[in-house]
Structure formats: structure tokens, C-alpha cells
């Protein structure tokens, strides 16, 4: 027989040491627990509906007062002003700033099939959450490729991208864009030289939502919205007047009868605004702080609502038609 079991010390420290441990353990889950309080207002997270979405424009609320659906709805109202209201089998799309996916997979999800889908963003981060979420997508089409570069700046894009898009040449492809999504007035040093890229070495069409500076702004008006939009991290000129924003599409190659710049404004920054406010009141009831950073976006959409000096636009503008030779 093992000698330690008879010794009356030994056994009497080794259970006191076991209760010992059991006793502390009990104690830090108690403490863990009572600490927490599940019956407080933590079981919010157990409410989220996974996966979370990820969209960011600014929405068009015209019906609704969700963000997601809000931001669908711009995206959708973009495609209406281009004329595409119904599934298409061989589009192309280059889509920049394309986001964290949930553009990229409405759009694969239910606008093309069987075309192709190029997707260019300078976000890393981004790139990376798009692709995790949108993978099992990308397969019904020719090609589907999603890419991280400076969209503002096609000519030092690596070859592998240049590869890529250049695919969207393929005749076989009916009805060729360019789509961005309230991503141009960060382009610097303009938009133009993706547009001139897009016309001239692809043949393709634009549509996207902007901003544009309202043609009647005072001088102090345009000068307090370019410091605005500089903080932004906008050019300084990045707000064209619609005449500008015009003139510099045709001078890249589009047709000039051809383009639409719509203002949606009332349907975009009053409905922004009323959102920003209503999170941020039920974020602070879970103890959550909308941030900083979207209260101020919220005071400066709520100026562009009441001031109208910045518009919210969508534009479309085609190619001139080739003409038959006689």
C-alpha cells in the first residue's frame, strides 16, 4: 500500500488544498458574474442579427429610416438614373471605393450574371472584409476580381490590375461602367483622370453619387465648404458646381447631351441627419458613445440640409454614340 495515504498530515493538506482551489474558483466566477450583471443591459450583443452590415454612403431615406436599407436604396437609385432596372447578363462594372462588401454583393447578388464585376478600393482593411464576404459571389461570374489601389490614379495601377480591368474591353460585354459611390470628392487631385481613363482607354460609361457645391453659394459660403471638405479629406476644390462637374466629364470624352446630374438632397442629408441623432440617443441608453467623429459629419450634413450650399447629386454620363460609316 501507498505509504503517503497514511499519513494523517499529508491526506489533511491534500484535501485542503483541492477545497482550497474549488473555493477560489467558485469565488472568481460569483465575482465574474455579479460584475457583469446579466440581467443589466449587456445581452444587447446576443440581439445583434450577424453578419453585421457594413455599408457607408450617405443614403437616400425617401420610405425608410434604416441606414443599411437607406444605403441600398442610393446605390439602387443610381442604377434606375443609368437605365438598369433589371438583372443584366453582360454588364461590366468597375466599381470604385467599393466598400466592406455589401455593395460589391448587391450588385453580384442581383444586378449582373455572367459579366464582369472589377472592384478597386485603397483600403485595405476593407478589401480584405469585402472578399471574406462576398467569396462564394465572385464565382458565376467571367470575372470578378476585387483589388486595393488609388483609384484616383489608374496610370500608376500595377500591371496585374491594368490586366484585369482591361478585360472589360471584351466586345462580348453589352453595357460597360464606371460606378462610384460617394467616393469622388476624396479623389486627388481631381476625378478627371479616372474619367479620361475610363472614356478614352476603356470605352466605358460613368454613374455614380457625389457632391456638388450649389451654383448660387456666396464666396464665404464656398469658402467654409472647401474647409470643410479639406477636413474631410477632400482637395480643395473637390465641390464642383454642376456646370464644372459638367464641363470636366465632356472634357474627358462624354457626351454632352448625354449626362444627368440629379439632386437628391432632401432625400439624402435631412434623412442622414435624423438618423445620426436617433443612434446616437440609443446607443447612449446602452452605454455606447456614437463617437466624435459622426457627431461632427452630423452638425456638417445638417449645415449642407439647412444651407444647401453642398448638393447631393447622381450623375450618369454615357459615350458619344459611334456613328455608322457611310
Known amino acids: 500500500m501507498i505509504s503517503w495515504l497514511n499519513d494523517p498530515t499529508f491526506v489533511a493538506g491534500l484535501f485542503a488544498g483541492v477545497f482550497a482551489t474549488f473555493t ?3 469565488g472568481l466566477a460569483a465575482c465574474l458574474l455579479l460584475s457583469r450583471d446579466l440581467y443589466g443591459l449587456d445581452h444587447w450583443k446576443l440581439n445583434l442579427q450577424m453578419p453585421v452590415s457594413l455599408w457607408m454612403n450617405l443614403g437616400y431615406w425617401k420610405d425608410t429610416s434604416e441606414f443599411a436599407e437607406a444605403c441600398r436604396n442610393y446605390l439602387k437609385q443610381v442604377f434606375e438614373t443609368a437605365d438598369i432596372t433589371t438583372p443584366q447578363k453582360s454588364i461590366a462594372i468597375l466599381d470604385v471605393g467599393f466598400g466592406c462588401g455589401d455593395q460589391t454583393s448587391t450588385i453580384l447578388g442581383g444586378i449582373i450574371s455572367g459579366g464582369a464585376y472589377i472592384g478597386v478600393t485603397n483600403n485595405q482593411v476593407q478589401l480584405q472584409a469585402a472578399s471574406r464576404r462576398c467569396r462564394d459571389l465572385h464565382k458565376e461570374l467571367d470575372t470578378s ?3 486595393c489601389a488609388d483609384a484616383s490614379k489608374p496610370h500608376a495601377w500595377p500591371e496585374e490590375i491594368r490586366s484585369a480591368v482591361d478585360k472589360l474591353k471584351n466586345p462580348k460585354l453589352k453595357g460597360k461602367w464606371l460606378l462610384a459611390s460617394d467616393c469622388m470628392y476624396h479623389f486627388s487631385p481631381s476625378r478627371m483622370p ?5 472614356a478614352r482607354n476603356l470605352g466605358i460609361n460613368f454613374m455614380g453619387s457625389d457632391l456638388c457645391m450649389s451654383n448660387t453659394a456666396s464666396w464665404r459660403e464656398k469658402t467654409l465648404a472647401r474647409t470643410i471638405g479639406t477636413l474631410m479629406g477632400c482637395p480643395w ?3 464642383l458646381t454642376m456646370e464644372q462637374y459638367r464641363e470636366q466629364l465632356v472634357a474627358c470624352g462624354y457626351d454632352r447631351d448625354s449626362i444627368v446630374i440629379k439632386d437628391v438632397s432632401v432625400d439624402v442629408f435631412p434623412g442622414l441627419v435624423a438618423f445620426l441623432e436617433r443612434h446616437d440617443k440609443a ?3 446602452s452605454g455606447i458613445s456614437l463617437g466624435e467623429g459622426f457627431r461632427v459629419a452630423r452638425k456638417v450634413f445638417g449645415w449642407f440640409a439647412v444651407s444647401k450650399v453642398v448638393r447631393a447629386v447622381i450623375v450618369v454620363a454615357r459615350l458619344p ?3 455608322d460609316a457611310a
Open 194 to 198: 479616372l474619367w479620361q481613363y475610363a
Open 283 to 285: 446607443l447612449a441608453e
Open 145 to 147: 476580381h476585387l483589388f
Open 24 to 26: 477560489l474558483f467558485v
Open 237 to 239: 476644390k473637390a465641390f
Open 321 to 323: 454614340k459611334v456613328k
